[in-house]
Each structure stands twice: as C-alpha cells, then as structure tokens.
C-alpha cells in the first residue's frame, strides 16, 4: 500500500468511527481512508465493552479494500498494533518500556494506553472491507475500567496534538502493511512483535470466551499468533482469550 493522498474525514461528534466505517461504504469509492473523531458517543471496544472516548484523545478507523485471505485477517492485530506501538515511542522522551499485550493492546507500566478493534464491514458488492478502529488515550482515560488504563499525557508529561499522531501512524500503519505483505512475512512481523510482548516468559492469568479463567505460563506465540499457554503441564493454544489482572500464582 503506498498511497500518499489518503482521504480523512473528520467529524466532530458520531456514534462510533468504526460504525461510520459501515456507513461511509455508501458514499465514498476509494480506499483507504481514515474517520475520526473529536468525540464519540457509542465508541466500542472489543468484547462488546464500552470505549470511553473524550475530546482531546485519539479514535480513528482505517478503512481499507482488501483481498486478504480469511486466516490472514487476524495477522491484522500485530500488524496495527506494532504501528500503534511505534507511534507512541516516538513521543516518548522518557525511554518508558512500551509493551504489547496480546493480541493487540498498548501497555505502559501494566496500565493500558491505546486499543485495537478490527472489525469486517458489510459489502453490497463483490469487495470487501475491514474497519481498523484504534483508540489512543492521549490526554485522558478512564478511573474505572477491565484493565487498568492510563494516558500518555500522563506517561510522558506531554500533551500530543491528535493530528500529528494521525499523521504519523499512517505513515506507520502503511510501512507495517507492506511489510507483512499479505502474510508472506508475517513470521517476521511476529518476531517483531515478541520483542515487545507483555508478559511472555511470565505467569499470566487469560480469561476464555466460555467466562471461565484460567493461570499459566506465556510460553510463546504460534506462527499464526496463538498464545501458547503452558498450564496443568502441557502448552495448549489459544486464538480467541484475553491476559485479565488478576493474576497472583507462586
Ligand atoms: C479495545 O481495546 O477494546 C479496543 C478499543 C477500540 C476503540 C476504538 S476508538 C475508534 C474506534 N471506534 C470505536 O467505537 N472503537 C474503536
């Protein structure tokens, strides 16, 4: 992907930029493009949860054509999530350990800065399309959330202009696309991406799709992005579960 002239549509208040994503489909032809947001009131985040989206922080959807294979489509989340990551160290002076958690979160002292939520649209015709719904706590987050949430205001003592942050995961986002290239290299950007992983090597606590929680050790990733987990002494594999807090093995 090497576009330089992407379209941006920046609105000042919508539901949610990935819902717009739907909608845009109807009233625009070329791709990619970005949406933003200055607010959001529905925003989204993944698991169906609510996405506390204030003015001055960031929420973007990358909306992209594609022909990307079905089992490729998660490679997806260590592709924007390493772009994430590398936007956010370029505004961090104080060498601070950016991490990311699986599959796709931004952690910055076990607290969550910037979150992914990748979702397939709708198509009235033959192509299809992917919404690359990211938000950026630049200047607030919430007190209360499932993680721990912090700011990179308040990481890095700075205030970043949102469009400036655009501008530069763009340029990220992009570089990282081509890259992978389809999934040809993806091997690479996972080996990228576990330089950065949170918590491997570690005992993590991983909450299942069926509710049910479970602790062990973050032994690795598959080639396609598993977690392997390490528990009840044998690895097992998971593709669909989150790392949760709780965690306090000895
Ligand atoms: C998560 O960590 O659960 C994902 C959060 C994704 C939030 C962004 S903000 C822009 C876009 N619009 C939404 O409604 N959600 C995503």
């Not at 079905?70 to 956010?88: D, N």
């Not at 996972?190 to 973050?218: C, V």
């Amino acid at each position: 992907m090497n576009k330089t002239n992407i379209d941006i549509i920046i609105l000042d208040e919508i539901d949610s930029t990935n819902n717009e994503a739907q909608r845009v489909l109807d009233y625009k032809s070329n791709f990619p493009l970005w949406i933003i947001a200055n607010e959001q009131t529905s925003g989204r985040g993944r698991k169906n949860r609510y996405w506390v989206s204030q003015k001055g922080n960031f929420m973007g959807t990358f909306v992209l054509e594609h022909k990307i294979e079905k089992q490729y489509i998660p490679h997806l989340s260590f592709v924007t999530s390493l772009a994430l990551r590398e936007t956010i160290e370029s505004f961090n002076k104080d060498d601070k350990e950016i991490f990311l958690k699986w599959p796709n979160d931004i952690i910055i002292k076990d607290s969550k800065c910037a979150g992914i939520l990748i979702e397939s649209l709708k198509s009235n015709s033959d192509k299809e399309y992917l919404a690359i719904g990211i938000g950026v706590n630049l200047i607030k987050h919430p007190s209360k959330s499932s993680f721990k949430a912090t700011s990179l205001k308040k990481e890095f003592n700075t205030n970043i202009c949102r469009d400036e942050f655009l501008n530069k995961l763009n340029n990220n986002l992009l570089a990282k696309i081509n890259i992978w290239k389809m999934g040809e290299n993806f091997s690479q950007i996972l080996d990228d991406w576990k330089r950065f992983a949170y918590k491997i090597n570690e005992n993590i606590s991983m909450l299942l799709p069926t509710g049910e929680k479970i602790d062990g050790k973050f032994y690795d990733l598959n080639d396609q992005g598993g977690l392997i987990l390490s528990y009840n002494g044998e690895n097992s594999v998971f593709y669909a579960a989150e790392i949760i807090e709780e965690l306090k093995l000895v």
